[in-house]
T-cell receptor
Framework: EPEVTQTPSHQVTQMGQEVILRCVPI?????FYWYRQILGQKVEFLVS????????KSEIFDDQFSVERPDGSNFTLKIRSTKLEDSAMYFC??????????FGPGTRLTVT | AQKITQTQPGMFVQEKEAVTLDCTYD???????LFWYKQPSSGEMIFLIY??????QNATEGRYSLNFQKARKSANLVISASQLGDSAMYFC?????????????????FGSGTQLTVLP
């Protein structure tokens, strides 16, 4: 069964550094999402991406965040200058035309 | 804006018994979708069940069923015959089920979750 993959599984970075989280959505899917889950808290929507552009974003998704689909398969989330409060699990998800969003296994980002 | 409330931070159930996890929602959208996801300790998000707001019957998927009461704006998850492997965090979520062709993103809004522990 096709699945969403994410790399790396765990990323440790120093405050102020740039990080890029990578996702490979399911190949025929059309919508792509990033969500964030701070440890022990609920999953929060960050951004959705459709037709090579952002379709919606939350208040969390400020100028420090950007997304890109550089080559038709990868879907990346970049944080330009990480802060301690960016430490969280980041989930990528994708959907074709049905209702179920397929989630990746997540990347745990630790900012020190 | 959409909001999901899960009032049970933790629940315990004896193996082989049924358990109900509560979820209430608030949305101004005339149509919407309701989801339940399971998150085991390993961290991944596993889709369990979906209910559309205009679906006439309650959704069922194996041992999972959704007790949908639209007038009360509740979408409780019922797990029958609990197993030890059901121990996990369970999240309720809502999304507007607008047609993909409209360009709507249909992002999920999650509740705070319920930690279910199945006792042997």
């Amino acid at each position: 069964e096709p699945e969403v993959t994410q790399t790396p599984s765990h990323q440790v970075t120093q405050m102020g550094q740039e990080v890029i989280l990578r996702c490979v959505p399911i190949s025929n899917h059309l919508y792509f999402y990033w969500y964030r889950q701070i440890l022990g808290q609920k999953v929060e929507f960050l951004v959705s991406f459709y037709n090579n552009e952002i379709s919606e974003k939350s208040e969390i998704f400020d100028d420090q965040f950007s997304v890109e689909r550089p080559d038709g398969s990868n879907f990346t989330l970049k944080i330009r200058s990480t802060k301690l409060e960016d430490s969280a699990m980041y989930f990528c998800a994708s959907i074709q035309t049905g209702v179920e969003q397929y989630f990746g296994p997540g990347t745990r980002l630790t900012v020190t | 804006a959409q909001k999901i409330t899960q009032t049970q931070p933790g629940m315990f159930v004896q193996e082989k018994e049924a358990v109900t996890l509560d979820c209430t929602y608030d949305t101004s959208d005339p149509s919407y979708g309701l989801f339940w996801y399971k998150q085991p300790s390993s961290g991944e998000m596993i889709f369990l069940i979906y209910q559309g707001s205009y679906d006439q019957q309650n959704a069922t998927e194996g041992r999972y069923s959704l007790n949908f009461q639209k007038a009360r704006k509740s979408a409780n998850l019922v797990i029958s015959a609990s197993q030890l492997g059901d121990s996990a965090m369970y999240f309720c979520a809502v999304t507007p089920p607008k047609p993909i062709s409209s360009g709507s993103a249909r992002q999920l809004t999650f509740g705070s979750g319920t930690q279910l522990t199945v006792l042997p």
